[in-house]
């Protein structure tokens, strides 16, 4: 089956900084990807290439076989895009703005129904201006959402929303995924991308350095450390000769990293129990250590 | 299969939000109804403005019009266009099936309906405060002044999206009500141009505003409609907006 999205060679400059350079991942109808990087990777960059925003300098941006700026009437249809921030009218309320978008589209949602799935029944006749940070989030995605469409773009969905907020919002985009929408999201959050990712693109300086399933990066070469908690004064080295002379480094108080994978977790375990001393925890590392280490930060 | 609306009922639907957003805003009604009804009320009853021997709201109307035409399609126009710009409104319509002429085109139709109400409030002032007492009014009059309103109206909306499309929303808020305070003095409201050095009367009948109070004194007055008013009014009409177009950034 064809990807809803298609990016292929992608590449997108200003002025002399590259802010992407030969970007390529595809997203399937029905499964959600999730573009991870830093602060400045090029992730809205690319996002905004497959909006329609900016026209690509190099390779090709597709959705549903279309050119999102030359097609953009094919495009808008069945696309919905939550941006990061803003984006409506601060002196109208929650539901005049789902109402007006809502006959943007032949077949929408139902505007109040739709408010009250992302709990903003409440504050329906609240001026935007007032709304909290998490709420005007979630206004934003009732914007995204109220056109059905089956093509679904997200930068940063969750950011600025309390605990409760965000389980709804990951709800809902669930969801998105079992009506066999294409969703592609931004985060920097490691929990939402283990949470609801189906494929990871990490992106650093406008490279992708990785793309695949959040397990399979989990159980890649780049997840090859174990973190070893223990509040006891522990010797580095002795547990580095005892391991077979892999590095351990001392991460600050009480944490150790050790360079292996998950086999050596029975050994480090009895090198503890041996000398009596207390272990609080041993575990591989988990997908931000995957990305510090992917994206050049970390050794 | 197309699962967006049909272009009447997104430009509809849009039309109807920007209107109620325009008559929500205290500094849009402000400039829109409070300011020429004001200026309209005040100096029909107290008589201080040099009005060429004719009474002070025949010769007053033409001139509010003007400053409500104004307050409308440049001031309202261009700060409310400007913050949705600095708010990214623009951007996120941008990925909506509403079209960019189809929001130009809601726009525009918010505001004619605006000045629908505007000329009605002023007419109802002005007729209340017994216009036209000494005026003869003249055949077509009314059609003459709705024409030169219309060219008036693109004129100043086209100045209004001028800046809005370029400029930060503050800058533009700055800069509308300057233009209104310049424009309006300009006009003719406050006194008769002829009353101007000839070297400053002939500039002055450059502004836009002075040749579109001059237009409505000749329709709804005795003064000629003069054919060099026209065109000041209609280079304007058609330059401003292919300055917008040319100008205008989306984000």
Redesign the interface.
Known sequence: MDDAIRVEGLVKRYGDVVAVDGVSFGVRAGTVLALLGPNGAGKTTTVECI???RTPDRGLVRVHGYDPVAER?HV????G?M?Q????????SPR?LV???A?????PHDPDELLARVGLSARAQARVRTLSGGEQQRLSLA?ALV??PDVVILDEPTAGMDARARRLVWQLIEELREHGAAVLLTTHLTDEVERLADRVAIIDRGRLVALDDPAALLAGPAADRVRVLSPADVDAGALARALGGVPVVAEGRGRWLVHAGPEVIPAVTAWFAARGLPLSGVASVGLDDVLLRLTGEDP | MSRAAPPRARLQAQATLELRLLLRNGENLLVAFGIPAGLLVLFALVDVLPTADQPPVDFLLPGVLVAATMGSALVALAISTGFDRDYLVLKRLGTTPLRRRELVAAKIGAILAVQVIQVALMVGIAVALGWPVALPLRPLGGAAAVAALALGTAAFAGIGLALAGRLRATLTLALANTLFVLLLGGSGLFFPLDALPAGVRAVVGLLPSAALVELLRGALGPAPLLLTDWGVLAVWALGAPAVAARVFRWE
């Open positions: 909006e329609g925003y009437e808008v249809a069945r696309l895009v941006l921030g803003g984006g409506t009218w601060r002196g109208a005049e109402r007006l978008f006959r943007f589209y032949a077949d914007l056109g059905r």
